[in-house]
């Protein structure tokens, strides 16, 4: 499977949202990332379910939704109702990972696991089959336009090690600091998706470089 391509809203023109959907469609895009945030797991506030509900109605490919929130249990069904085709919630936010991970299942979304730079990937050891996705935080969440972690490559190859020996499905998903600079190396480690923001949106043609970084 070639690799995924997940532009990241949280880096497009807030006030011109539809046309941004509009430009994702017509692109090499495969899926819309979108980041939400509550203040209090990352010291930021972005876009919640009304802003969701009203991009699904302008989007043609899946909801990529990765919720940096405390109790993400409480919202679920919120998120599925509003279009998400996958929920992805923080290891660090969830004290019952596979309930929470069952619940999102239930709902029949994909369940996705972020971890953020501090996490060991080995924490997913006994559960890595229950996730279709696992984000790898390649920054510090919260904040776009962050510089790229480096041992995020290692990080990288770990989990892929982990998720072939337990012969796992589960895709490998860096949210952070992506740039045609490092798509390719982090590729070659074992990445099935890259969540790119200001690379994509500050471009001065976002459409090519979605291309460009579907070619890598």
Not at 69 to 86: L, Q, R, T, V
Not at 178 to 192: F, P, Q, R, W
């Amino acid at each position: 499977m070639s690799h995924l391509i997940s532009p990241s809203l949280l880096a497009s023109d807030f006030a011109n949202l539809q046309s941004e959907c509009e430009m994702l469609n017509k692109s090499e895009a495969d899926w819309y990332h979108l980041d939400v945030m509550d203040g209090v797991f990352v010291p930021n506030i972005s876009f919640g379910m009304p802003v969701i509900a009203a991009i699904n109605k302008h989007t043609l490919k899946p909801l990529d939704v990765h919720l940096m929130i405390e109790n993400p249990d409480d919202y679920i069904k919120d998120f599925k109702a509003a279009g998400a085709n996958i929920l992805t919630v923080h290891y660090e936010a969830c004290t019952h990972l596979h309930r929470t991970l069952q619940a999102i299942r239930g709902e029949g979304m994909k369940a996705g696991v972020a971890l953020n730079p501090h996490t060991p990937v080995e924490l997913l050891e006994g559960i890595i089959n229950e996730i279709d996705l696992v984000l790898i935080m390649s920054v510090n969440p919260g904040f776009g336009g962050q510089k790229f972690i480096e041992s995020t490559y290692e990080k990288v190859r770990k989990m892929k090690a982990l998720i072939t020996k337990n012969g796992a499905d589960t895709k490998i998903e860096i949210d952070g600091g992506v740039t045609s600079a490092n798509a390719k190396k982090l590729i070659e480690a074992g990445a099935d998706v890259l969540v790119a923001g200001s690379f994509v949106f500050k471009s001065d043609n976002p459409s090519q470089t979605i291309a460009d970084l579907k070619k890598v």
